[in-house]
T-cell receptor
Framework: GAGVSQSPSNKVTEKGKDVELRCDPI?????LYWYRQRLGQGLEFLIY????????KSGLPSDRFSAERTGESVSTLTIQRTQQEDSAVYLC?????????????????FGQGTRLTVV | DAKTTQPPSMDCAEGRAANLPCNHS???????VYWYRQIHSQGPQYIIH???NNETNEMASLIITEDRKSSTLILPHATLRDTAVYYC?????????????FGRGTSLIVHP
């Protein structure tokens, strides 16, 4: 598609269950970002992928959170043993790799997010 | 932590210019100023970015002060659909601040 696609758009899960969120980046975008946004709050960085480099996991809040990405394709964010405080909108963004263009032509394009509700 | 400071909220009359300020006094030489907005229940949308010079596109204009310590996003003729949270971020795509870091932004309300 033309934009970043995330699925599911909404997910309700029971406390303690595992969930998997999916992100399809824009074709050709090698950089991929995951963010979390709690109700009424700003965006909280979670993890960053760039090509085949080791991901930047510095934003992951606990070891219950993990993410994978194969090459420049789909990414999945997994939350194990979900807690009520995990309820939020999870946003994915992709961008061109800065090294290809240099400069500032590297704006991030966001998906519509997955709204996760843990009950 | 975000390196920018924005007023938490602003309002503007429809059809008038909306001028959204942003302070980034610790911006480094290689960092660009980016603006995004987030309309309710949607993902953030890129608006514009700049390094030193003023920039204009079909959505907005960006005015950056000569010392680069502050900038203003201008929506020349605000419409009701421009009601959103506007985020100003600084980012060096080639260096340590390559990850877009968002603060609380400015909630802009455009009223009839």
């Amino acid at each position: 598609g033309a934009g970043v696609s995330q699925s599911p758009s909404n997910k309700v899960t029971e406390k303690g269950k595992d969930v998997e969120l999916r992100c399809d980046p824009i074709s050709g975008h090698t950089a991929l970002y995951w963010y979390r946004q709690r109700l009424g709050q700003g965006l909280e960085f979670l993890i960053y992928f760039q090509g085949n480099s080791a991901p930047d996991k510095s934003g992951l809040p606990s070891d219950r959170f993990s993410a994978e990405r194969t090459g420049e394709s789909v990414s999945t964010l997994t939350i194990q043993r979900t807690q009520q405080e995990d309820s939020a909108v999870y946003l994915c963004a992709s961008s061109l790799y800065f090294g290809r263009l240099g400069g500032g032509n590297t704006e991030a394009f966001f998906g519509q997010g997955t709204r996760l509700t843990v009950v | 932590d975000a390196k920018t400071t924005q007023p938490p909220s602003m309002d503007c009359a429809e059809g008038r210019a909306a001028n959204l300020p942003c302070n980034h006094s610790t911006i480094s030489g290689n960092e660009y100023v980016y603006w995004y907005r987030q309309i309710h229940s949607q993902g953030p949308q890129y608006i514009i970015h700049g390094l030193k010079n003023n920039e204009t596109n079909e959505m907005a204009s960006l005015i950056i002060t000569e010392d680069r310590k502050s900038s203003t996003l201008i929506l020349p003729h605000a419409t009701l659909r421009d009601t959103a949270v506007y985020y100003c971020i600084v980012r060096d795509p080639t260096g340590g601040s390559y990850i877009p870091t968002f603060g609380r932004g400015t909630s802009l309300i455009v009223h009839p």
